[in-house]
């Protein structure tokens, strides 16, 4: 498997089915006289920044820890360990409700859409 061809980009799940976003970075830990290794999947707009250059990700995560706090400043990292299975979707072993993933998502529903007349 092409791990950066076959995943990157490709739809995250948890356990319930519910989709967490697109894969957008891998976490490959090095080691002296062995292959890498993958130990987590980075989702999220900074690892999606990142992806364009340096300055673009420390833009985005200035730009996420002023409006979100210091822990929305680094990407969204999964255990490699939590994966399930890899098809169309890759499916992890966890619940996205008790991950601060959708805090932005659920800030923005609460203060701007949830403003607008007829939301």
């Given at each position: 498997m092409k791990l950066l061809r076959d995943m990157l980009d490709k739809q995250v799940v948890d356990r319930e089915q519910v989709k967490i976003g697109?894969?957008?970075g891998l976490v490959?830990?090095?080691?002296p006289g062995k292959p890498p290794r993958i130990i987590a999947i980075e989702v999220g707009?900074?690892?999606l920044a990142r992806r364009l250059g340096r300055l673009p990700g420390q833009w985005m995560a200035r730009l996420a820890a002023k409006l979100g706090g210091e822990r929305h400043a680094?990407?969204?990292r999964i255990p490699w360990s939590k994966v399930r299975d890899i098809g169309v979707d890759?499916?992890?072993d966890i619940d996205v409700r008790e991950t601060?993933?959708?805090d932005w998502q659920d800030w923005l529903r609460d203060h701007v859409i949830g403003r607008i007349p007829g939301a």
């Open positions: 697109k894969l957008d490959a830990e090095l080691r707009s900074v690892t680094r990407p969204h890759i499916e992890f601060a993933i959708f």
